[in-house]
């Protein structure tokens, strides 16, 4: 599976404080802290806006890709 440009893939245990994910709905949400692994085994990532997902393990995320896209003649590498 492949993310459309200008977006990737991450793992929920690979996010970083700054990485921008998008929900299903399309809104953007900025991760405030580096999610943790709760008791259950589930990882709870917390939101600039205040708010929490907690998240499988398993869990993957699209997020902005931040690294602007190359393209030569205006085909894109």
């Known amino acids: 599976m492949r ?3 200008g ?3 991450v ?7 700054g ?3 998008v929900a299903a709905d399309g809104n953007v949400f900025t ?4 999610p943790w692994q709760g008791r259950s085994g589930a990882w709870l990532v917390e ?3 205040g708010s929490r997902a907690v998240l499988a ?3 993957v995320l699209r997020v902005v890709d931040p690294t602007p896209q190359i393209s030569v ?3 894109a590498l």
Do not use: E
Request: aromatic share 6%; no cysteine.
């Open 31 to 34: 991760v405030a802290v580096p």
């Open 7 to 9: 977006y990737r893939l």
């Open 73 to 75: 003649n205006g085909i």
């Open 3 to 5: 993310p459309a440009p």
């Open 57 to 59: 393990a398993t869990a």
């Open 19 to 21: 990485d921008q994910v």
């Open 11 to 17: 793992q929920v245990r690979k996010l970083v404080a």
């Open 47 to 49: 939101y600039t806006n």
